[in-house]
């Protein structure tokens, strides 16, 4: 079934009695030629370009919640490609590619709004950095503009640019390709274009450990529904990669961290971008609802609690007062956290892990939800040809082992 405006219009007439379920809800079968672990939007996308690109549709996706329920449905929606190294930026860009077509291609509405991205300087050193990065952006192929301080102010009206703020605006630069993107929406589409395409999308279903054949290889995984075998294992599990890892017996260089995020109550369109403040570590957004949409660094605890705490949202909510004053008597409607997987050079694994058979997607830190279209489309290719993608094969987790790392903390944009 097609999803178009004329579909809509006749099933109004009718009633909406003729739509049907986005995807099955399938019962486990005994083997498939690979298995997904985890519902999210890498691990649903993973599954789509099996079935799309290489023709794997016997596959299987294991959430142990519900589908979109971890971190993918909770982030703050920000897309964008404004990375330092060429090897992010060509994995980073691939994605936002990936994205820009990719309500057409599920005909499913993501909701992509490519509003743009703004990165503040507050100090001269601010300012080198961000013409530095701004720099590598251009030499990379992406998109970016500098700004001086009129400039941002004429994009960013309501923010406080005057000589007199705390965090006085100097400059900075802009991505205009960069924006949000409907989270859950993301989810539900790849969800609907897999099964579409034969993939089998199974709830409720915790992976609890893994089977082995007598050459050490995976054969398999046992669940709380039984035992699924299959050679080929992909695992997009974010925050509880190392969980999974320690299952199989073992260890990843991931640190797990709650990365609070806050909504505010609807208020009038004011802010047409996503901005971020170098200065605070702050990024601010308004959604289609018009709520405010905000965001900080990460909790200083590694946890895996999704509840946040106390002095991150004190630390959001001034940061926020302070460089949008208007904002100041806005009532905050909801708080939420997501667990983000972070290693030491903030840049993601993916490809093989120690154990033959099974392939990682993991490490995304606080950058992952930007990155599912690309996080999808390289597990799916190294799941079905045994290869890692070209995109992939700097992020391998070999690179710890030869130091050969791929830093990118400054470049995010965020403290971690």
Partial sequence: MSYSALRLLVEGLRGHDGWRKAWRAAEPRARYDAIVIGGGGHGLATAYYLAKNHGLANVAVLEKGWIGGGNTGRNTTVIRSNYYYPESARLYDFSLKLYEKLGRELNYNIMLSQRGMVTLAHSRHDMDAAARWAGAMEANGVDVELLDRDAVSRLVPALDCSPSARFPVVGGFRQQRAGTARHDAVAWGYARAADRLGVDIIENCEVTGFLTDAGGAVSGVMTNRGTIRSGRVGMAVAGHSSALAKMAGFRLPITSYALQAFVSEPIKPFLDTVVLSLATGVYVSQSD????????????????????????????????????????????????????????????????????????????????????????????????????????????????????????????????
């Fill in 289 to 416: 609802k018009g709520g405010i949409v905000m965001g900080g660094g990460l909790d200083q605890h590694a946890s895996y609690a999704q509840r946040g705490n106390a002095p991150v949202m004190t630390a959001v909510m001034a940061a926020v007062a302070d460089q949008f004053p208007r904002l100041r008597r806005v009532r905050l409607l909801r708080q939420w956290a997501g667990i983000v997987d972070v290693v030491h050079d903030s840049s993601p694994i993916l490809g093989c892990s120690p154990m033959r058979g099974l392939y990682l997607n993991c490490g995304w830190g606080t950058g992952g939800f930007k990155a599912i279209p690309v996080g999808g489309w390289v597990l799916a290719h190294h799941l079905a040809t045994g290869r890692p993608h070209e995109l992939a094969e700097p992020f391998g987790l070999s690179r710890f082992a030869t130091g050969s790392l791929i830093d990118e903390a400054a470049a995010s944009g965020i403290a971690h």
